[in-house]
């Protein structure tokens, strides 16, 4: 299987985070992509190649023109301002709070334009993300230039990104974006198997009826990010009918997990998908420091087989996974289990 990788991805590297026991050192580090490359090259999965530049076009075709242009230039604004370390937010728009004028400060919009104080800005990031979208597009270029599976090493991850909001270690959507441009390729289904639930992208494909979006994750009436992800949504409009959530208790493993997968494979064969977008994130694994299923390694092989049993040509995009000890050995044996099902 290709890979698509740049090492861009270590100019990301947020010092903290906030979570319930207060700041701690961020769990998305560079290593997490070090240990899945390394992985990569030890069994010899496929080709590695560099990405090549895309600009913003497609960005800007799922995400907010002046949320973009925030991120963009938030490091030196935060840095202008005096400050020093990541910058990170410390208030939050209120529900009612009137949404047609967006504050200029940087404090303001920090606040504005994240979800939580999980996405820390460096001075660097915006470097990162635009790599990681680079990945991601060229990964698409290959598959659409006839690759049955390509995998996508893109990093930090993005399925948390809104059109207009970051959060959980996300900034720009790498595969709303990605099934964007394969939209005008046909129709396109994302499967999203992270354990946190993919609310970016479901929101930004909530009225969509040309991509379909299943998740696979753990209850959101206890866990990350608890605001959406419940078996009801749907979608709205045009994409009434198109979203597919499939919420599992903490504790859940592989029994529970195919089962749910089955689920979304059926719903994307009877979306009749031309593409198929996998939001591939390892948090499923029973030692994430982070997360609550009990998937173990050698249950991996097993999901990227039953992927690959739809006959689609697959982009994989690298989500979350966190205990990074065994992070590569479990994403490579999704890969190789879909290569190996395929032939």
């Known amino acids: 299987m290709l890979t698509v990788y740049s090492d861009d991805h270590r100019l990301h590297h947020g010092n903290v985070e906030l979570m319930p026991t207060g700041l ?7 290593l997490r992509a070090d240990m899945i490359r390394a992985r990569i090259d030890e ?3 496929g080709d590695v190649v560099a990405p090549t530049s895309h600009g913003l076009d497609a960005v800007l075709r799922v995400h907010d023109e002046g949320y973009v242009d925030f991120l963009r230039t938030a490091a030196q604004r935060w840095a202008d301002a005096g400050r020093e370390g ?27 334009y994240s979800i939580d104080v999980g996405a820390p800005i460096t001075p660097t990031t915006w470097q990162a993300i635009t790599a990681g979208v680079d990945v991601t597009l060229t990964a698409v270029d290959r598959l659409v230039g006839g690759e049955d599976a390509v995998f996508s090493l893109s990093r930090p991850p993005g399925h948390h990104a809104g059109r207009d909001y970051m959060g959980g270690y996300c900034f720009l959507n790498n595969a709303a974006v990605a099934a964007e441009v394969l939209s005008g390729h046909g129709r396109v289904a994302i499967l999203d198997i992270d354990y946190h639930h993919g609310n970016g992208t479901q929101d930004i494909f909530w009225e969509r009826g040309d991509v379909l979006f299943t998740s696979i994750h753990g209850d959101p009436d206890e866990e990350y990010p608890y605001f959406s992800g419940y078996d009801d949504e749907v979608g709205g409009g045009a994409g009434d009918g198109t979203t597919l959530n499939c919420p599992l208790p903490l504790g859940s493993g592989i029994e529970e997990f195919m089962d ?11 979306f009749a998908a031309t593409h198929l977008v996998v939001s591939l994130g390892l948090d499923t694994f029973v030692e994430d420091p ?11 092989p097993a999901v990227g087989a039953s992927i690959a049993g739809l006959h689609l040509p697959t982009l994989y995009v690298m989500e979350g996974g966190y205990a990074v000890d065994a992070l590569g050995v479990n994403t490579v044996n999704v890969l190789q289990g879909h290569r190996d099902a395929r032939g």
Do not use: H, M
Request: hydrophobic share 35%; glycine share 6%; net charge neutral.
């Open 290 to 300: 982070i997360s609550y299923f009990t998937l173990a390694t050698d249950d991996y």
């Open 43 to 45: 069994v010899g999965l």
């Open 260 to 270: 749910a997968l089955q689920r979304c494979l059926k719903a994307v064969e009877g």
């Open 86 to 112: 990541d910058a990170i937010p410390y208030t939050w728009r209120y529900p009612r709070a009137p949404l047609s004028r967006v504050p200029s400060g940087i404090d303001a919009q920090l606040g504005y």
């Open 24 to 30: 701690v050192p961020c769990y998305e580090k560079p």
